[in-house]
């Protein structure tokens, strides 16, 4: 059985990535209307607004600083003749223009509070994080849906068509090296046959399991079901863990 967690987990980023995309690509639509129905004029570098960042950095002596961002306040003038002021919507973590200096401002006719600064990153980068991440979600939940259907099929099939066999349980593994969820890695089960003279033949492992099963198994004769014709197809029967 695939493990309920692992089908929530899999859904959740598929439905997190769609959502993403679905953001993205109406980022990028008000984005070109906005290109479309807008003028860049000078701007006037004025002060900047100090933003305080709940993330502490530790540096190479161990001391722990915290973490600022910038973000520049611009004054430019629209067409009416009025002087506008507002502060970009994109900061970085040092003063990226001096004081007075002269910078490229894009605003929607009629809408000077829609003003910000005429350069790429301010323009597109949030669109194309939301894109990124929106790609890299919807497949990464895409491809392991997939994965746990075949192994979903995989198991059925051999419950139904291979060769049980008992096997030895060997030990309970915390697998380190792979996803987390909340920080915590999964466990998977160890058994082995015995070739002969008590000389361990073959080894099996269990699918991904995000509850250890130590207690469950003390006592417990496990099984594996194996395809009849090519022994690394196999499923650990684990039906008793639910």
């Known amino acids: 059985m695939i493990n309920l967690i692992s089908r929530f987990f899999s859904m959740l980023c598929l439905i997190i990535g769609i959502i993403l995309l679905i953001s993205a690509t109406h980022g990028f639509y008000t984005t070109h209307y906005f290109l479309k129905n807008s003028v860049v004029v000078d701007g006037k570098i004025i002060g900047y607004q100090t933003r305080f960042s709940d993330i502490h950095r530790t540096n190479h002596r161990g001391r722990s600083s915290s973490t600022y961002s910038y973000y520049p306040e611009i004054a430019f003038e629209n067409q009416q ?3 506008i002021r507002f502060i970009s919507r994109t900061g970085s973590n040092h003063q990226s223009y001096a004081m007075n200096e002269t910078v490229q401002v894009r605003y929607e006719l009629g ?21 990124v ?11 392991k849906f997939y994965f746990d259907q075949k192994k979903k099929a995989l198991y059925a099939e051999l419950k139904r068509t291979g ?7 060997e030990r309970v593994e915390q697998m380190e090296n792979t996803v987390k969820i909340n920080n915590r890695s999964p466990y998977r089960i160890v058994a082995y046959i015995e070739k002969k003279a008590g000389v361990k033949g073959k080894t099996f492992y269990s699918h991904k399991l995000w ?3 130590t207690l469950l198994l003390e ?3 496990l099984y594996v079901y194996i395809d009849k014709n ?3 197809r196999y499923v650990m029967d684990l039906d008793f863990l639910q």
């Open 230 to 232: 090519d022994l690394n």
């Open 111 to 131: 809408h000077p509070q829609s003003a910000e600064l005429d350069y790429f990153s301010n323009i597109w980068l949030g669109d194309i994080i939301l894109l």
């Open 133 to 143: 991440f929106g790609i890299g979600l919807t497949s990464f939940g895409s491809l």
């Open 81 to 83: 003749g009025n002087i």
């Open 219 to 221: 006592g417990r004769q």
């Open 211 to 213: 509850k250890d099963p």
């Open 163 to 169: 060769k049980k066999i008992p096997v030895k349980f």
